[in-house]
């Protein structure tokens, strides 16, 4: 499974530099499978998200549109106040453990309308700290507004450099060069930036009957639940009768959980819960919390998962004691091999909980306004109390770490 190594973030918003895990010139350790971000309100976790999503957004719908959604407000709104660099992105990820890592480097820029433009992508196959050992870092993709070189698959099995001049200085290069055979590097990486899933949850849009039709994947809020299932039953019927017991057993309150279609074909689901007989509940009726941590429980059961699962404060709404239950599971999930990597902003300690010091990352306003970020395992003492069996969120709740408290 695709791995996030590192992600370097510059000029965006609140986020004016901050790095996570290891990126290109850098010698920090490479991000954990389950990364959990901390810290009070207005420490810039939303702002993270979004950066993230930015990024999505700016390969499927180009640069333009992605600085102009509504939550956006263009790109002066953008970038960091008083700034006048482009906002910039280093990521490093690592296909699998047996390949080299890619880093992929991005500025966005404004033109003297404030309109915004690609100033410079790179694509680079070899880290930097192997130059002088096994050969220089290759850049499969090297531009600048829009022209330069890339480097092509030959039908000889060697490569060759390629002038590139794109039509606009505000399309992307991967996004351009993906599809195309000769450029295999590109267009990995392409698959595996656009394919992150960030979800905002909404209990009262999973409660809709959407149109029948299974749906292969559950949508950022939760809207197509029924589709979602219907999906995962018509795959793996006989996986789907066990999951159903599965996710019963996980939620308190539940005895089980059956589905039915409609006479228009539509799955629903009934639940039964406990001290309520052979009554029957549908998911109109039940409460936010067991929706969403049925809809969380889910997301791990997709048969082709996204390669990073990002989820803002999945805390919201449910029982303090189900939260460090979920953490695990997560934890598991991402560890397993065939799961996600998992980035979750939270302020809860009782998730936190469940984590160990290098899986916490915990933000903090610095005196000039912007975001400065610390990875627990980095603040001293903190490994230490945890190997004595003392609780992260423990800590964090008593100030332990100095900073973030909730």
């Excluded at 640069?63 to 106040?81: H, I, M, N, T, Y």
Aim: hydrophobic share 35%; glycine share 8%.
């Amino acid at each position: 499974m695709a791995t996030l190594e590192g992600i370097q973030i510059k000029n965006f918003r609140g986020l004016k530099d901050v790095t996570l895990g290891r990126v290109l010139g850098q010698n920090q350790e490479e991000l954990t499978r389950l990364i959990a971000v901390i810290g009070a309100n207005g420490t810039g976790k939303s702002s993270l998200l979004d950066a993230l999503s930015f990024l999505g957004d700016c390969l499927r719908e180009g640069v333009e549109a992605a600085c102009d959604k509504p939550q956006r407000q263009g790109f002066e709104k953008l970038r960091s106040k008083g700034s006048t660099e482009a906002i910039q992105f280093d990521v490093r990820f690592r296909s699998d453990e047996k390949t080299p890592p890619v880093n992929y480097k991005m500025h966005i820029n404004g033109d003297k309308n404030g309109r915004p433009f690609v100033e410079l992508e790179e694509l680079v196959h070899k880290p930097v700290e192997n130059i002088g050992r096994r050969g220089q870092p290759r850049k499969f993709l090297s531009l600048k507004k829009g022209k330069g070189d890339a480097w092509v698959d030959e039908p000889s099995d060697k490569k060759s450099i390629k002038k590139i001049s794109l039509s606009s200085d505000q399309e992307l290069g991967i996004s351009t060069l993906k599809s195309f055979v000769e450029h295999k590097e590109i267009g990995a990486f392409h698959q595996f930036l656009s394919g992150w899933y960030l979800s905002y949850f909404v209990p009262e849009a999973a409660r809709k009957q959407p149109p029948a039709g299974a749906q292969p994947h559950l949508d950022r809020t939760g809207e197509n639940l029924a589709n979602y299932l219907q999906f995962i039953e018509k795959k793996q019927p006989k996986e789907f009768k066990q999951l159903l017991k599965r996710l019963s057993q996980k939620i308190p309150g539940l005895v089980r959980i059956e589905s039915d279609k409609t006479i228009d074909h539509r799955l629903v689901l009934k639940f039964f819960l406990s001290g309520f007989g052979d009554e029957e509940f549908f998911q109109q009726s039940m409460s936010d919390s067991t929706l969403k941590m049925l809809a969380y429980l889910l997301l791990m059961e997709d048969p082709n998962p996204a390669s990073l699962v990002g989820i803002e404060e999945p805390e919201n709404g449910l029982h303090h004691q189900l939260l460090s239950v979920l953490a695990s599971e997560f934890k598991e999930y991402a560890s397993s091999g065939i799961g996600p990597q998992v980035l979750l902003t939270t302020h809860s300690p009782s998730l936190v909980d469940a984590l160990s010091p290098d899986e916490v990352w915990i933000l903090e306003k610095n005196k000039n306004g912007f975001t400065d970020i610390t990875r627990a395992a980095d603040i001293e003492g903190v490994p230490e109390l945890f190997e004595q069996g003392i609780l992260m969120g423990s800590l964090w709740y008593s100030n332990h770490f100095g900073i973030g408290s909730p």
